[in-house]
């Protein structure tokens, strides 16, 4: 292929008149499943700014998005055209462990130019996503993610379905790209890798036009290294109908700001009661001043007003935890960072200074250790419920992800939250979450704060056939 016809073909997909030649359409038939992770170039910034280098699924920014009934089977090939080995991990999917796609743990990275089948069942119904995890504060932080929407049999009454992934990108203003400084010891050591510009769905204006009175289902997905999102409503009245995925078991009328840390998800039923004319928001709550995430213009009126809230969206199964009176405890003590009192811990299988991990670039330690060990956090028989205290000894906030099975916050009461993949840990916070162990394999938990993530705060557990 001539160098200007690939630079054609590279432009073409990066716009929306793309999906409509039949070049694309031959291609797509002839590659039915086939998941391509290359860069592409996309207008990320606004007007006059250069189009900006991605990685993505399939060249489009989000990358494609997959949707799948309850109970269906997702087969994907991915090719990786990157310069980089590379893995896809399905995030909040509770599937069989050799389709994780965590390297090291679940299967070899994926060359370049090499393939790999991933192929599974979609067990619940909900709002997922998936991503890169190799080298995924580079790879995500690039944009290598996608929705991934599960729907249910019977899907709840609205007129519209939106997945809307918000992400931070941090952005060099004269170039437009990325900025490569995915390694900066600053962000590994404080908040993680925020970024400077703000975008849903890849774009920073994205505008939604709705009519007064319409329901919407609104799925909210993080997709952001590190940054936490609150986020409000205005000109739309709302429940919370599912976290992470799962149902609630009542719809919660949205009152509070909602707070999504990295890898967490919310999905809201919404009414417009904006009138025509004016424009609704999802907003984000920033310092205290309102932003708009997302804009709602409404250009009409649909009929409808006045309906009764949403109802429960159905459980899935498998949501219940008991069991934890004979539980397996476990404590998870995090540590470290910037304004830390870590001064010392194993890497490697060594003994460190907290001088000599600064040298490592490492900041954290789970339980003493930083990243990875040759022995699980815990280890657990299949169908066994498990209580494990996590304790975030550090100055900073921390979204904990457990990989292939959901957990429940419990209480000193004794009551459970809501069933949940990602937890995020404010400072200073002690909290316990309980889980059934019933999906043999091993399975990360770590930080979701991507540079915390690399830099230490990594373990995994392994529960036995
Ligand atoms: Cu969403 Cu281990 O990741
Ligand atoms: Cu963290």
Not at 48 to 63: L, R, S
Not at 114 to 129: I, S
Not at 290 to 296: D, H, K, S, T, W
Not at 405 to 431: I, K, N, Q, V
Request: proline residues 6%; hydrophobic residues 45%; glycine residues 10%.
């Amino acid at each position: 292929m001539s160098l200007s016809r690939r630079s054609f073909l590279v432009k073409a997909s990066a716009s929306a008149l793309a999906a409509a030649s039949p070049a694309r359409l031959v291609a797509a038939a002839a590659d039915a499943g086939l998941f391509e992770a290359r860069a592409a170039r996309v207008q990320l910034a606004p007007p006059g700014y250069p189009e900006t280098e991605v990685w993505t699924v399939g060249g489009t920014m989000p990358g494609a998005m997959l949707k799948v009934t309850q109970g269906g089977r997702v087969t994907r090939r991915l090719r990786n055209a990157l310069p980089q080995p590379t893995s896809i991990h399905w995030h909040g999917m509770r599937i069989a462990n050799a389709m994780d796609g965590v390297p090291g743990l679940t299967q070899a990275t994926v060359a370049s130019g090499a393939e790999f089948l991933y192929d599974f069942v979609a067990p619940d119904a909900g709002t997922y996503w998936y991503h890169a995890h190799n080298r995924s504060v580079e790879q995500v932080a690039r944009g290598l993610y996608g929705a991934l929407i599960v729907e249910e049999a019977e899907a709840p009454e609205v007129d519209r379905d939106e997945a809307l992934i918000l992400d931070d990108w941090r952005l060099d203003p004269a170039t437009g790209q990325i900025a490569a400084d995915f390694e900066a010891p600053h962000d590994r050591s404080h908040a993680g890798r925020i970024g400077n510009f703000v975008t849903t769905n890849g774009r920073y204006d994205l505008s939604l036009p709705v009519r007064t009175n319409e329901r919407l289902r609104i799925r909210l997905i993080n997709a952001s290294n590190a940054r936490i999102f609150v986020l409000a409503l205005s000109g739309l009245d709302g429940w919370t109908v599912a976290l992470d995925g799962m149902p609630l078991a009542e719809p919660e009328p949205v009152a509070e700001p909602i707070v999504l840390g990295p890898g967490q998800r919310a999905d809201l039923i919404v009414d417009v009661t904006a009138a025509e004319g004016e424009t609704a928001h999802l907003v984000r709550v920033e310092d205290g001043k309102g932003l708009a995430q997302v804009a709602f213009p409404v250009t009409g009126a649909a009929g409808g007003a006045g309906r009764p809230a949403p109802a429960a969206l159905p459980p899935n199964l498998r949501m219940e935890v008991g069991g934890l009176d004979d539980a397996l405890t476990a404590r998870l003590n995090m540590s470290g960072g910037a304004m830390g009192r870590l001064d010392a811990a194993v890497l490697e299988g060594e003994r460190r200074s907290f001088a000599q991990l600064v040298d490592a670039n490492q900041f954290w330690a789970f339980n003493g250790a930083v990243g990875m060990t040759g022995t699980p956090l815990l280890e657990a028989s299949r169908g066994q419920t498990v209580r494990l205290t996590i304790v975030n000894d550090t100055v900073f906030p921390h979204a904990m992800h457990l990989h292939g099975m959901h957990f429940r916050e419990a209480a000193g009461d004794g009551s459970l939250g809501p069933l949940r993949d990602t937890a995020l840990m404010l400072r200073g916070e002690t909290r316990d979450i309980a889980f059934v162990a019933d999906n043999p394999g091993d399975w990360l938990l770590h930080c979701h704060m991507l540079s915390h993530a690399a830099s230490g705060m990594m373990t995994w557990l392994r529960v036995t056939a």
